[in-house]
């Protein structure tokens, strides 16, 4: 099994900036994408950027010349430096992790980190 644990969300205002990560543990695993979610209340968990492990990236394009994702893989760690910030980029953000587990039969999963809370003052 994989385990996300994110960190870095906090309370900032308005044009400020943070910068999240998000650690991936366990065993017999590799990732293929890591990528970072976000919910706010009363909305769906929406894409916000995702990183490939060949490095390719997609963001959404709200985040897009604000937001950017990047990877460590030796270290399986995943980081969204967030510049700019908005009020309507308040939300909870997770981690998301595809990744390949081994076992006696070699199978694809997706795991989920806890959240991280990103509070946007105006």
């Known amino acids: 099994q994989v385990q996300l644990v994110e960190s870095g969300g906090g309370l900032v205002q308005s044009g400020g900036s943070l910068r999240l990560s998000c650690a991936a543990s366990?065993?017999?695993?590799?990732?293929?994408?890591m990528g970072w979610y976000r919910q706010a209340p009363g909305k769906s968990r929406d894409l916000v950027a995702i990183?490939?492990?060949?490095?390719?990236?997609n963001y959404a394009d709200s985040v897009k010349g604000r937001f950017t994702i990047s990877r460590d893989n030796a270290e399986n760690t995943v980081y969204l430096q967030m510049n700019s910030l908005k009020p309507e980029d308040t939300a909870v953000f997770y981690c998301?992790?595809?990744?390949?587990?081994?076992?006696?039969?070699?199978?694809?999963?997706?795991?989920w980190g806890q959240g991280t809370q990103v509070t946007v003052s105006s």
């Open positions: 998301n992790a595809d990744a390949k587990v081994r076992g006696p039969t070699d199978y694809r999963a997706t795991f």
């Open positions: 366990g065993s017999g695993f590799s990732i293929n994408a």
């Open positions: 990183i490939r492990s060949d490095g390719g990236t």
